[in-house]
């Protein structure tokens, strides 16, 4: 933005107020003590909380049809959220890449093996997608980070640092509304809290979304199960990644994690009118006739092993490198794309130390990152803050 690369900030990043909305009062309790926790913390002072019926139905007046006052609940609210697109940003990157940088990127093109060329190189097999034609690069440097497709990439490279690792495949579908009345009446994205003993993938949100430029509403997530570790993946994916190194970590994560195995097949077994039920749990007068359900995509789970339990079910992401950095994978489902930046440091750090540990490296990374690697004061923030607003015209 600040070299006029990308013209239009709107094209990425939408703002959108961010909230917590609970029912009852052990909830509301609780939320009010957490409430009172973040405002102590300069990066979330402007964070407001309350009790009050008429309150909320400012902030979120969809939510609020048909509640009456005798109701108990709360809620919490950040002016300042944002929603945004990170694939229309993505897009502009590789755009960004290609024309100033000269940097080729291969689309339509899967890497099908990865292979020790020398000891300083590997060797990638990779095909067109659509021709067929097979071709091969030399890299110095390997960085997998292929979403659900990472794991079965890793297990072609020859590092014993991916012995162990698996993977349990779910989809992620979400109720998407189809009445642009009832779409214009919510402009938030509201988090609630989730059951006892699910998953914190499960923690069910209303959200306004900007989707290729359109304003949409989106409730979710409900889990689904398919074998397939990409959304167009093949029904094999989950069979082909069981090995002799990882079925014990496999075997533990399931004998281990009963609940998780039971809440997955009460979300596969979920009907639509169920999870309108869900639903109404936010918006009481939701009409089936105005929603419908949609498959997001795939996530991967990451299976490691565990010294005491055989294996152990991860909910973040997990980073594996080779001994010398020259591999890094990027395992798991991100709980957030704003973990992003951090995790590509990982990465950095781990592949690349020279540019991590020299005196011009940090400088340039300071550019990039302005807190990188520096103590936060509230001076500091409020100032990256003004400046990040005004660039962003948030």
């Known amino acids: 933005m600040n070299e006029g690369l990308i013209k239009d900030p709107k094209s990425f990043i939408t703002p959108v107020p961010h909230h917590s909305w609970v029912k009852g009062k052990e909830n509301s309790d609780y ?157 938030a994205k509201v988090y609630s809290k989730a059951g006892v003993g699910d998953p914190p993938m499960s923690v069910p949100h209303l959200d306004t979304r900007y989707i290729n430029g359109k304003r949409e509403l989106l409730f979710g997530p409900f889990a689904g199960f398919s074998p397939k570790f990409l959304k167009e993946g093949s029904f094999l994916d989950l069979l082909n990644s069981i090995h002799l190194d990882n079925i014990p970590s496999m ?60 294996g152990s079910l991860e909910f973040g992401t997990q980073l594996v490198s080779s001994k010398d950095g020259r591999v890094t994978c990027l395992l798991g489902a991100s709980p957030g794309a704003s973990t992003s930046v951090k995790i590509m440091l990982d990465v950095l750090e781990k592949a690349f130390p020279e540019l991590t540990s020299t005196e011009k490296g940090k400088q340039q990374l300071a550019k990039m990152v302005p807190f990188y690697k520096k103590e936060v004061t509230k001076d500091l923030f409020d100032q990256e803050l003004s400046r990040v607003t005004e660039i962003l015209e948030l």
Not at 256 to 278: C, G, W
Request: hydrophobic share 35%; aromatic share 10%.
């Open 31 to 187: 939320l009010e003590n957490r409430y009172k926790a973040l405002k102590e913390h300069f990066m979330f002072d402007t964070i407001e909380f309350t009790r009050e019926i008429a309150k909320m139905k400012e902030w979120f007046p969809l939510m609020m049809h048909g509640r009456t006052e005798d109701e108990v609940m709360a809620g919490s609210r950040i002016d300042r959220g944002t929603e945004m697109n990170y694939g229309s940003l993505t897009e502009q990157l590789y755009a960004i890449l290609e024309k100033e940088y000269n940097t080729k990127i291969l689309f339509n093109t899967e890497v099908e093996d990865i292979d020790p060329d020398t000891d300083i190189e590997w060797l990638l097999k990779m095909q067109d997608r659509k021709t067929g034609k097979k071709a091969t690069v030399d890299a110095e440097h390997v960085f997998i980070g292929a979403g659900g497709g990472s794991l079965l990439l890793l297990q072609k490279v020859e590092i014993e640092e991916k012995d162990g690792y698996g993977g349990f495949p779910v989809s992620g579908e979400w109720l998407v509304c189809k009445n642009r009345d009832i779409i214009e009446q919510h402009n």
């Open 251 to 310: 075997w533990g994560v399931f004998w281990h994690n009963l609940p998780l195995t039971k809440y997955l097949i009460e979300q596969v077994a979920m009907s639509f009118d169920d999870r309108m039920d869900s639903l109404r749990q936010f918006v009481k007068d939701a009409k089936n006739e105005d929603w419908e359900i949609l498959v997001a995509g795939q996530r991967v789970q990451t299976i490691k092993k565990d010294e005491f339990e055989g």
